[in-house]
């Protein structure tokens, strides 16, 4: 009888738990701390972490052959998941901002300095090129972006790498605004901008064909993600795709969003995730993302003085592409000095433009290092 206790006991995780899967297991408490209590990204976090804390619970072999995350798993693997969560932000998202105002696109292209910034720095530390790709590309704050080129260069690194992303892009408010208030004076922030020009139903649709064409010869490697997000967009913009819309909006989107966020987190178990590479990785993301923030801020100022217009640089900081929570900050601390200042919609050009950015940044990468 007691060795049947025994066996029964050696079976169960009690007795097979390590000290660095409890770690692991802090870590995805924190994740839902920063979800549920914060409401950071939750959509984001909360799959994610569930999807840490299966993956450090012993003798489960959910990511073993056989496991049902390992084959959740392959979404990410062969590059599915993050195309289409760029289909669904595309059908979500309103190009108008960037259209009415395309020089805002520079802005956008600013805010990408930190990725290129990083990898050198990644590569200082030891990190080999396809590595310091994957990693510099964090500083675009576009979780589906650096899964999708982490995958296919370095698969290794995935899970610090998607967490890393994924958490700063839910720390958008707190991350940016002390570095845009930093940079830019009392009188700056207070700048009140013209409101857009309307933009033409037949602009908004020819915009994603136009962009895909020419991107698409230009850059072939960022056509999975590029093309996802224009088709979206012209699923929207369009008016005679209802149904397809709704479904891409709602249900498409939901459904990836849990496979994709399940199956990052089940890649950060305790022998992968807690090591010195990951905590640079984690230093590493940080500072590419502030650079990021800064570039595209100080972008925005040199924008404000050259320009005959009134623009608030605030606006260069939504140049990174964590879409539309930048944007939401630069109306938020642009409110906080003059209640007047409306600049979600001008804060919404340079955003949608660091998506697409971003997006280019990973095919350029992926094309000269893969």
Do not use: W
């Amino acid at each position: 009888m007691l060795a049947m206790v025994y066996r029964f006991l050696k079976s169960t995780g009690y007795l097979n738990i390590h000290y660095k899967q409890v770690i692991m297991l802090l870590v995805a408490g924190l994740l839902f701390y920063l979800a549920i209590k914060k409401e950071y990204e939750p959509l984001l976090l909360i799959p994610m972490g569930f999807g840490l804390l299966l993956a450090n619970l012993p003798l489960t072999g959910l990511m073993e052959e056989g496991g049902l995350l390992y084959y959740l798993y392959y979404g990410i693997k062969l590059g599915i998941y993050p195309p289409l969560i760029f289909l669904g932000v595309g059908a979500l998202t309103d190009f108008g901002p960037l259209i009415a105002n395309p020089k805002t696109a520079l802005l956008g292209a600013a805010a990408q300095v930190g990725i290129f910034g990083t990898l050198l720095g990644a590569l200082a530390l030891g990190f080999t090129l396809p590595e310091a790709s994957s990693i510099g590309i964090i500083g675009g704050a576009d979780g589906p972006t650096a899964i999708y080129i982490t995958s296919q260069l370095s698969p290794h690194l995935l899970g610090p790498i998607a967490i890393a992303a994924y958490s700063y892009m839910a720390l958008v408010p707190i991350i940016q605004p002390p570095i845009m208030k930093a940079l830019t004076s009392e009188e700056e922030r207070q700048i009140e901008m013209q409101q857009l020009r309307p933009v033409s139903k037949k602009e908004k649709i020819l915009f994603p064909i136009i962009v895909i064409i020419l991107m698409g010869l230009l850059l072939p490697t960022a056509t999975p993600l590029l093309g996802m997000l224009m088709f979206g967009n012209l699923m929207k913009e369009c008016g005679v795709v209802d149904r397809l819309l709704n479904t891409t909006q709602n249900s498409l989107l939901n459904i990836v969003t849990i496979f994709l966020g399940l199956t990052v987190g089940a890649t950060a178990s305790a022998e992968r995730f807690l090591t010195v590479d990951t905590m640079q990785i984690v230093v590493l993301g940080l500072v590419a993302f502030a650079i990021g923030t800064a570039t595209g801020t100080i972008f925005g100022k040199i924008m404000s003085k050259l320009s005959k217009e009134k623009i608030n640089p605030l606006i260069g900081s939504a140049g990174v592409s964590a879409v539309p929570m930048s944007a939401r900050v630069v109306q938020t601390v642009g409110q906080e000095e003059n209640p007047k200042n409306f600049l979600l919609m001008h804060a919404m050009g340079p955003n949608v433009a660091g998506v697409i950015g971003s997006a280019v940044a990973a095919g350029v990468l992926i094309s000269l290092v893969s």
